[in-house]
């Protein structure tokens, strides 16, 4: 027997709750997306704090929502991997501080799914949401055009592109992938909406405009990985398709086939720039550098089989299985599966991806069975329309075919929106009404005031602080890493010595676990020692203490360790300086910068100097580009 859906009511004070959260949503996903979409630390430290907010305001309303003590059942499917993930980055973790990083992404994700799944259930609020990711998509397809026509190498926050993305539009974002995979999400629910049976003139002009432009932006980003994963999710769509015979949607799927068949020949014939992207597939065979991180991480994920190396622990512990031809920093294995298998191990995965995996099989077979004229009429409007929630199915597909070449969750605006869409979609297909949900009738109105104010006090005290130490890490280390363009004796070199060693303070003052800022503060004591040298054992004294403390928190850093050896160096302890530097090769024993500091290291002794000679030669045949390999050289050359 066919159960009638109960249509979702709100009125009074809960509808107000209601569009407080909306506007806090739609705030913080505009100031993410805008802001490279979150991927800067800075902009992570405002979008953290208003995710903590918007949980806070939806734990406490809850005392005045007509769903009182009712959580929807889906959103507790987020519950466990993220408990495993904070227990696997608190004893597993052989990096914290980047584990937790890695974490409060994951609760971004999670928060968002969970507040708009329970509380943004009236259907101008949610309209208002799918708006506010619609005009981010236009507003995104401008600045993409601004970027491919007029200003190539722009970026927002007056950030400047990477040479390797000159002539890609990447839009708000850094990269173009992550711009791809924003159209990606929302193309699909654009174009049926302009093609809509049901829909007005007026909203065929104005979504059919909206879906070019999108599209137009999709193309400027030159994406491979996008545009297969479009494509393969465009294909499956027909065979989605409700009422049709099963021969009606093989034959859609092949139309749909031959059509983007098409559409990619007319691009490759009109587009020098699709050309060579496509032509270079066949000389990389597809891709040569991603290949190479799904290697390491599929080999730190078989040394961890069930709990992963830890949380965030990736990119460190690459340095162990990188080949003498890859010396590009990954950060992450630009595959989400395989990042979470690497990091958390089978448990981890069956915890998130095996989760999700089974909660869209439920929400497929939980949808009540009703004619569409029952839905339609219990809640009138597009949101009832099955074709719409199936748009929103093929986005999410193709997004989730994508996440097997990039690293998209890493990306708060893109966890975002993913997570909104996927909240409405499980609305969707998976009613709270009369659907049975969790009672917690322990909440009284105090306890969820209570947990509210507990957010806060965690956001304010842990987050903060921790995205505030990094901001000043992130902002000093860039500042060091441009030091090399100057000489000792330039005010500028000086100058920004000071500031930096101030901020670096300050964040190792705010965030004493965070061990990368205490190595750069090893490293740009180091450096003063360029002005002042008659210092120099006594900088390196300071600067040894510095890199003990990054060593404390984690041996398994390189950088760590060859931090440490420069100070003994500066303090003539050779033999420590060597034990520490032998550390750093076993941990990253194909690196550049590793063997150009241990020539470094063996210059310093005149018995060295042969093998501080081949040292910096093996440096430069990993990478012949090493400015700092190429400055050694020379001088060891013109040395006894």
């Not at 992570?44 to 949980?55: C, E, G, K, P, V």
């Not at 968002?112 to 943004?120: A, E, G, H, P, S």
């Not at 970026?155 to 173009?176: A, H, N, T, W």
């Not at 027909?238 to 049709?244: A, D, H, I, Q």
Request: hydrophobic residues 50%; proline residues 4%.
């Amino acid at each position: 027997m066919s159960v009638r859906p109960v249509r979702t009511t709100t009125k009074g004070s809960g509808l107000v709750i209601e569009w407080i959260l909306v506007v806090m949503i739609g705030v913080n996903l505009a100031w993410t997306t805008i802001c490279l979409g979150g991927y800067r630390p800075e902009t992570m430290l405002i979008t953290s704090m208003l995710t903590a907010s918007t949980l806070a305001v939806h734990l406490a309303a809850r005392r005045w929502s007509d769903n009182g003590n009712r959580f929807h059942s889906a959103g507790w499917f987020c519950l466990p991997f993220l408990l495993y993930a904070a227990a696997n980055v608190y004893w597993i973790s052989p990096v914290r501080w980047l584990g937790w990083y890695d974490w409060i992404l994951w609760a971004n994700i999670a928060v968002t799914f969970w507040v708009v799944l329970n509380d943004i259930t009236h259907r101008r609020t949610r309209m208002s949401l799918l708006a506010c990711i619609s005009a981010l998509a236009f507003v995104a397809t401008l600045l993409a055009a601004y970027q491919k026509f007029e200003h190539p190498d722009w970026l927002m926050l007056g950030r400047v592109q990477s040479d390797q993305f000159i002539g890609r539009s990447s839009g708000p974002f850094g990269i173009p992938n992550s711009l791809a995979a924003f159209y990606l999400l929302i193309i699909p629910a654009i174009g049926f909406l302009a093609f809509r049976r049901r829909a007005s003139a007026v909203q065929r002009i104005i979504f059919g405009y909206l879906g070019l432009c999108c599209c137009f932006g999709l193309v400027l980003t030159v994406s491979r990985g996008g545009w297969l994963g479009f494509a393969v999710a465009l294909m499956i769509w027909p065979l989605f398709v409700r009422g049709g015979r099963w021969w009606l949607r093989l034959a859609g799927m092949a139309a749909v086939s031959v059509a983007i068949i098409a559409l990619g020949w007319i691009l490759y014939v009109a587009s020098p720039l699709v050309a060579a992207r496509i032509n270079s597939m066949p000389a990389e065979s597809g891709e040569w550098t991603r290949p190479i991180m799904w290697r390491g991480a599929w080999q730190i994920f078989q040394e961890h089989l069930w709990f992963g190396s830890g949380g965030g622990s990736y990119n460190m512990l690459f340095e162990k299985y990188r080949p003498a031809i890859y010396q590009m920093e990954p950060q992450w294995s630009h595959n989400d599966y395989l990042n979470t298998l690497s990091d958390y191990g089978l448990v981890g995965f069956a915890l998130s991806f095996g989760l999700v995996a089974s909660l869209i099989w439920v929400s497929l077979r939980r949808r009540i069975r009703t004619a569409e004229s029952e839905v339609i009429a219990s809640e009138p409007g597009v949101l009832a329309d099955p074709g719409l929630w199936t748009a929103v199915a093929v986005g999410l597909l193709a997004f989730s075919l994508q996440l097997f070449v990039d690293f998209h969750f890493k990306i708060p605006a893109l966890g975002m929106i993913f997570a909104i869409l996927a909240a409405l979609w499980v609305q969707y297909r998976w009613p709270s009404v009369p659907t049975p949900a969790v009672r917690l009738h322990w909440l009284t109105g105090s306890a969820k005031v209570a947990l509210a104010l507990g957010v806060i006090a965690g956001a304010w005290f842990g987050i903060y602080p921790f995205y505030q130490a990094e901001s000043l890490r992130y902002a000093s280390r860039q500042s060091l890493d441009k030091l090399w363009q100057y000489d000792s004796g330039e005010a500028i070199y000086r100058s920004t010595l000071v500031e930096v060693h101030s901020n670096l303070a300050r964040a190792c003052a705010m965030n004493p676990q965070n061990g990368q800022a205490w190595a750069d503060r090893a490293w740009a004591t180091a450096l003063w020692s360029h002005i002042e040298p008659e210092k120099s054992a006594e900088l390196g004294k300071e600067a040894a203490g510095y890199a003990d403390h990054a060593l404390n928190i984690s041996k398994v850093v390189p950088e760590f360790w060859v931090r440490r050896a420069v100070a003994n160096d500066m303090q003539g302890k050779w033999l420590n300086s060597g034990a520490d530097m032998i550390e750093a090769i076993l941990l990253s024993p194909a690196s550049s910068w590793v063997w150009f500091y241990q020539g470094y290291h063996l210059s310093l002794q005149p018995a060295g100097m042969a093998q501080a000679r081949a040292a910096v030669d093996y440096s430069l045949r990993l990478d012949p580009s090493n400015i700092t390999a190429q400055r050694l050289r020379q001088q060891l050359a013109t040395s006894q």
